[in-house]
């Protein structure tokens, strides 16, 4: 029998601090008492369990789960990668969800006032379970870039929102994937939050021409690293996960 592998050191210097007045909500929402640890609840630690029964057809498929008479506007793209953890190995069955703006920058939601048009047949997220090799994709338009009141001229690179859950809600991962070339992520606020080169590297997609759809869809790919020092940076996990 194999030895189980060793955990790496967390390297701490790859996450941004939580007070970052570069990002401006990180002022309030930065912590300014030690934290305090709750007791989970049972459906914290339990829950949820998804299955592919729980899935429809088209949930990973954003050009055709929300049709309303049309297709989609904007570019449409193939997101695929796999999820793995901190030796390379996959992650089979864990369940992934994405949600992004549409074309134009835009949030198919209620407090989104930016003044590009809702698209009438693009919702904007969708979820899938990883295979056996810890593989995923989805298809789906590339989303705008869009403005947001951070002070100044700031503007949000093109971007797709990931969550990843574990085996319970506590253990619910999230962030973000950026496009290879786009010019607007050395300049984003939050993006200058993470002061480790490599780790933004980590979240930006690389075009993948290999597994594209000729006269149909580009191919970006984008892997989610658990745990440890070749860890996806999370969001809502800035000490590590």
């Given amino acids: 029998m194999n030895a189980p592998s060793e955990f790496y050191t967390r390297d701490r210097t790859r996450h941004p601090p939580a ?38 057809p ?16 904007g570019e449409r793209i193939v997101v695929h990668g796999r999820v793995l ?14 949600w992004q703006a549409n074309a134009g920058g835009r949030y198919r939601h209620k407090n989104d006032h ?22 995923y994709h ?11 009141r951070n002070g100044g001229n700031s503007w949000r690179p093109a971007h797709i929102h990931f969550s990843v859950f574990g085996s319970g809600f506590a253990q619910r991962l999230i962030t973000q994937m950026y496009f290879e070339g786009d ?20 979240l930006i997609a690389p075009l993948d021409l290999n597994a594209s759809i000729p006269l149909d869809s580009l191919a970006y790919r984008f892997d989610i690293v658990l ?15």
């Fill in 58 to 73: 088209l949930d990973n498929d954003l050009l055709k789960n929300y049709l309303h008479g049309g297709e989609p506007i």
């Fill in 114 to 135: 930016y003044l590009a048009p809702i698209d009438p047949n693009f919702g904007g997220c969708g979820r899938t379970l990883s295979g056996a090799d810890g593989s």
């Fill in 138 to 148: 989805l298809r789906t338009i590339r989303p705008g870039p869009y403005p947001w």
């Fill in 183 to 202: 010019p607007l992520i050395p300049i984003c606020p939050i993006v200058r939050t993470i002061p480790d080169p490599d780790a933004v590297q980590q």
């Fill in 85 to 98: 953890d901190e030796n390379a190995r996959p992650v089979p069955n864990v369940l992934i969800e994405f």
């Fill in 19 to 56: 007070y970052t007045p570069g990002y401006k909500t990180s002022i309030l929402r930065s912590p300014r008492q030690a934290l305090l640890s709750l007791q989970n609840s049972l459906s914290e630690v339990t829950g949820p369990a998804f299955g592919h029964s729980d899935l429809g």
């Fill in 227 to 241: 745990r440890g020092r070749r860890s996806t940076l999370f969001e809502n996990r800035l000490e590590g996960n």
